[in-house]
């Protein structure tokens, strides 16, 4: 009598958990694909912000003269066309990420022997003017 009183809470119990064990296990692919998003999201803009600090150093060292290279390597189109415009963006606090971005660059550029980088990477220097004149171009 009590093996069958044990099974039978044994049962119980199991049907009463599996349930709550689903409902978990139905939000989590949510949970994650909102995460992978997030995650993406903001590895597009490390990168983008990383990308900025390096076009205002070059400019800082004047290895980008054109303003309208610049412009287009770090504008807001630029920016939005770089991390997806299928994310959730908080463009706010982007926008003073980027400032401080554009102000890093040129304070690094103004160190002394800073700008010796691109001295020593004469393809660096190359890459970026490229960069810069066809971001000019397609604009």
């Known amino acids: 009598m009590k093996k069958i009183i044990y099974v039978v809470a044994a049962a119980v119990t199991l049907i009463a958990v599996q349930p ?8 989590s692919p949510k949970q994650t694909l909102t995460a992978k998003l997030k995650q993406k999201y903001l590895e597009r803009r ?15 060292c004047k290895i980008l003269t054109s303003e309208a290279g610049i412009h287009s390597l ?4 630029s920016y939005l066309t770089y991390v997806q415009e299928q994310t959730i963006l908080d463009l706010k606090e982007d ?11 040129m304070d690094r550029a103004a160190k ?6 691109y001295r020593r990477h004469p393809l660096a ?14 604009k």
């Open 95 to 105: 926008e003073e990420l980027l400032q401080v971005a554009r102000q890093e660059g």
């Open 74 to 77: 770090t504008s807001k189109d």
């Open 20 to 27: 709550a064990a689903n409902a978990q296990q139905a939000d």
């Open 112 to 117: 002394p022997g800073e700008c010796d980088y």
């Open 125 to 138: 220097a190359d890459a970026m003017r490229r960069t810069a004149a066809e971001a000019a171009k397609q």
């Open 46 to 60: 490390a990168k983008f912000v990383r990308r900025v600090k390096d076009v205002y150093f070059a400019a800082g």
